[in-house]
């Protein structure tokens, strides 16, 4: 399917974690998986990059893990249900691995929050001639 | 007869777990947060439901990138609180329904729903969090449970007019099943919340307050939201909206809202709860 088919796609700043997504992510997402044993996130630990070999994933997808690129991470194919056994497994709260793909500091997200967060005006469509009106009813 | 008498709707946010686990609900600066559940824990000790039928989304414990059900029913005898990477939560296994379950799979199944059946699974804060909060901390949850896991990490979903039919299939199933049971269903989920991409941190008051207010009567007119709306309006984590449909649907057409909670936020999440009767008139009329 080609990107522009896709209904989703001039929603801004979101990643829809969809067939294309789980094909290209699905070693990347199972190796955040196998962070869930405790054994597992030892010898992850222990050697960072002798673990990811271990795991068919791509070159790019071993850098982002390493770098902790939580942005690239998604764009890559990674969930962000399975990133967090990732960022959990460095002692990181939710909160704070998702700000990391904000242009706020982790600080200034959790004072957005506080304040009622992120309003939905002018983030609903990519082209901002939309974004003012409220979306249509889409199909299913 | 077995019978649904009530449903409710909750967010199941981990924050709440961990504040709950580590002996703080009580504390001031949450206040806000649980004084919205004191109404529904004094409520659910009247109500004394026999089993709670609680649809939830798995987030990546029970199910992982090999297999990926739309719509998955525990027929289990008993499920274990998930370790999703930091142990696993303090709170008592849960116990299942696995007689009602299974009345309830192969009459769903006739119905036209291909439901995935689980015999072992772990349950993570999607099921075990909602049980915290309606319940509180206790030696044994005093109901069984039947989970009820519903896709919403992959995309599509399941739609909402389908998860609304579900919840009507499944009151048909309950109320053929012969003991006298009070069974209550749970949507669970919710409410705005994006949790990646620039925009991160997504919340959308107006939408979610619309669709607690829509959820009660056009519920029909709820059920035709897209994904993609769901997604735009209120998050890509907002469209596990679309599971308390499915609690809806397993209500009478006419019910009575007893009581509504809304606050943000909980960490990354708007915090949504409400709780519906099924009324005595529509109660006469939907019996039979």
Same mark, same amino acid.
């Given at each position: ?7 989703y ?14 094909r ?6 199972q190796?955040?998986?196998s ?10 630990k222990?050697?960072e ?12 997808q ?13 764009a ?14 460095d ?16 600080e ?22 939309e ?6 009813k889409?199909?299913? | 007869?077995?019978k ?5 709707g909750?967010?199941?946010i ?8 580590k002996?703080?609900?009580r ?5 806000p947060?649980?004084?919205g ?10 109500q004394?439901?026999d089993v709670v039928i609680?649809?939830y ?27 999703e ?38 349950v ?11 319940f509180g901390?206790?030696?044994e ?11 919403t ?10 998860? +609304? %039919? ?5 009151r048909?199933?309950? &109320?053929?099943?012969? @003991?006298?049971?009070?069974v209550?269903? #749970?949507?669970?989920?919710g409410?705005s919340?994006?949790?990646?991409g620039?925009?991160?941190g997504?919340i ?9 207010d ?7 007119? +709820? %059920?035709?939201?897209?994904?993609v709306?769901?997604?735009? &309006?209120?998050?890509? @984590? ?5 599971? #308390? ?35 005595d %008139? ?7």
């Open positions: 399917m080609n990107n522009n088919n896709k209904p796609s001039n929603i801004p700043g979101t990643t829809v974690f969809d067939g294309d997504m789980v290209v992510g699905f070693h990347l997402n190796f955040c998986m962070l869930m044993q405790a054994s597992n996130r030892d010898a992850f222990q050697d990059r002798a673990y990811l070999d271990q795991w068919p994933m791509t070159q790019a071993k850098n982002a893990v390493l770098a902790r690129d939580f942005t690239q991470l998604i890559l194919g990674g969930n962000i249900y399975y990133l967090v056994k990732l960022s959990s497994s002692g990181l709260s939710v909160a704070a691995a998702v700000s990391t793909m904000t242009d706020l500091s982790p200034d997200y959790m004072e957005m929050m506080r304040n009622g967060g992120r309003s939905p005006a002018g983030n609903r469509f990519t082209d901002h001639r974004s003012d009106k409220k979306s249509s889409e199909q299913q | 007869m077995a649904i008498i009530a449903g409710l909750t967010s199941h981990p924050l709440l777990g961990h504040i709950i686990d002996g703080e609900s504390a001031e600066n949450w206040a947060i649980f004084d559940f004191q109404f529904t824990k004094r409520w659910i000790k009247e004394k439901p609680l649809v989304n798995d987030h990546a414990t029970a199910f992982d990138m090999k297999i990926i059900p739309t719509f998955a029913i525990g027929c289990g005898e008993e499920y274990r609180p998930a370790d990477g930091y142990g696993a939560r303090p709170v008592p296994t849960v116990k299942g329904a696995p007689k009602l379950a299974w009345h309830i799979t192969e009459s769903l199944i006739k119905q036209g729903f291909d439901m995935t059946i689980v015999n072992e699974m772990d993570d804060h999607g099921l075990t969090v909602p049980l915290s909060m309606v901390e206790v030696e949850w005093p109901c069984q449970v039947i989970p009820l896991a519903v896709n990490v992959v995309y599509p979903a399941p739609t909402g007019e389908r998860c +609304l %039919a579900l919840g009507k299939a499944i048909a199933a309950v &109320e053929q099943f012969p @003991e006298d049971l009070n209550q269903v #749970w949507g669970t989920g409410m919340h994006q949790l990646l620039e925009r991160a997504l959308n008051r107006e939408w979610d307050l619309a669709f607690m829509d959820l009660q009567s056009h519920y029909e007119a +709820l %059920a035709k939201i897209s994904q709306e769901y997604i735009r &309006e209120s998050g890509t @984590e907002g469209s596990e909206m679309v599971m #308390w449909l499915i609690m809806r649907g397993a209500l009478n057409h006419e019910v009575r809202e007893i009581h509504r909670h809304y606050y943000v936020p909980v960490s990354n999440t708007a915090l949504g709860h409400l709780i519906y009767e099924n009324t %008139a529509a109660a006469c009329e939907g019996g039979e």
